[in-house]
Structures are given as structure tokens and as C-alpha cells.
């Protein structure tokens, strides 16, 4: 089954301690992206990569990390978190870069204490 | 400016009435459009694409008027599962996505 796979779906932390979200997909895309979703603001884009070793930043990268070492993974890195970066996140990807359909994970819900 | 700007709703319909959504955007280098649908805690799905001349997929309808800068999603005869909030995406360039806050839809009985 093609699908995009986030873990944890749920996390409880506290600030500074280091987490990251993984992300799988199993449809070979070479497009992925994260994106975080607050009430009022919609998606927001955070980094998104075009292909293995090929990152950039998105429209709300600060606090994040990611990395690209296989077409199939794109983690998301939080190196401290803090309380505004409590959200809803999502991985996405897609067969050609940002121009057609994107294939969405389930979230996965964060919260910072 | 919000790039992308929806009306939030709700909009709270019965059972077989007509609706219709609106969506601006500011960035007249806009070049790929998409209504999606998000239902309750759950991920984005895309609905349709949008073309210039316009397409229909079954009950649903997509414009684009690139001239005053919206694109529109009306909803014929609704449907209880029709519930959800939709989401207007706008491609900027080949990287950036932007997403509208969404407007929420609730068909009743």
C-alpha cells in the first residue's frame, strides 16, 4: 500500500530535550516536505527536499532541522524544542517537486511543556 | 497579506443544498492550483486540481479567474460526508506550496 509513514503520531516533551520526527514514504517520490499546522494559520511550510542530499528552507525553518541521506526518509529534527513549537505536523511527499499531488502522513501531534 | 486567503466558515448547509467556496491569492506568478480536503484530525487529501478553463468532477465544480486572482469550489447537492474543512493550495514555484487556513464545512441532516 503507497503511503507516507510518521512517527510518533503523539509526543509529550519538555523544552530543550532533543526529538525528532521520522518520515518514510514507499513510492519512490524524490519531492518531500514538512509542514506544521496551527488554528488560523493553515500549513505552514518548513524545509523540503528535492532529492536525496538536497534541502532547503521552507516558509518556518527556525527551531528545525532536516535531513535527506535516502530518497525514502526525511527526518525532522527539533535540537531544543520550545512551547511556540507546539503543532500538528505533517510530512508530505510527491512525484514532481511542489507542482502536483501530495501525499500526506497521518501527523503527528507535539507537544512542549 | 496572507498569501493565500480563505474564507474560515463555518458553513453549515443541509442535506442537498449547493455551496460554493472562495479563495484569493496574492502572487500573480501563481502557476498550479488544488482544492484539498481535510477531514477531523485527519491528513490532507487532494480533491481536484484546478485548471484555467475550469473542470468538474462529478458533484464538484473548480474555477480559476487568474485576471481577479480566485479560484472557487462549489459543491452541488451535498452530502453528510461532504463534512469537512477545504483547503485552497496555491504553487507558487516548483518548491512552495501555500496553503489557505481552510474553510469548514458541516452538512446536515
Known amino acids: 500500500e503507497a503511503q507516507v509513514t510518521q512517527n510518533p503520531r503523539y509526543l509529550i516533551t519538555v523544552t530543550g530535550k532533543k526529538l525528532t520526527v521520522t518520515c518514510s514514504q514507499n513510492?519512490?517520490?524524490?519531492?518531500m516536505s514538512w509542514y506544521r499546522q496551527d488554528p488560523g494559520l493553515g500549513l505552514r511550510q518548513i524545509y523540503y527536499?528535492?532529492?536525496?542530499?538536497?534541502?532547503d528552507k521552507g516558509d518556518v525553518p527556525e527551531g528545525y532541522k532536516v535531513s535527506r541521506k535516502e530518497k525514502r526518509n526525511f527526518p525532522l529534527i527539533l535540537e531544543s524544542p520550545s512551547p511556540n513549537q507546539t503543532s500538528l505536523y505533517f510530512c508530505?511527499?510527491?512525484?514532481?517537486?511542489?507542482?502536483?499531488?501530495?501525499?500526506f502522513g497521518e501527523g503527528s501531534r507535539l507537544t512542549v511543556l | 497579506r496572507k498569501e493565500v486567503e480563505q474564507d474560515p466558515g463555518p458553513f453549515n448547509v443541509p442535506e442537498g443544498a449547493t455551496v460554493a467556496f472562495n479563495c484569493t491569492y496574492s502572487n500573480s506568478a501563481s502557476q498550479s492550483f488544488f482544492w484539498y480536503r481535510q477531514d477531523c484530525r485527519k491528513e490532507p487529501k487532494l480533491l481536484m486540481s484546478v485548471y484555467s478553463s475550469g473542470n468538474e468532477d462529478g458533484r464538484f465544480t473548480a474555477q480559476l479567474n487568474r485576471a481577479s486572482q480566485y479560484i472557487s469550489l462549489l459543491i452541488r447537492d451535498s452530502k453528510l460526508s461532504d463534512s469537512a474543512t477545504y483547503l485552497c493550495?496555491?504553487?507558487?514555484?516548483?518548491?512552495?506550496?501555500?496553503f489557505g487556513a481552510g474553510t469548514r464545512l458541516t452538512v446536515k441532516p
Open positions: 493550495v496555491v504553487n507558487i514555484n516548483n518548491n512552495d506550496m501555500r
Open positions: 513510492m519512490n517520490h524524490e519531492y
Open positions: 508530505a511527499s510527491g512525484p514532481t517537486g511542489g507542482t502536483g499531488e501530495l501525499f
Open positions: 527536499s528535492m532529492n536525496v542530499e538536497v534541502t
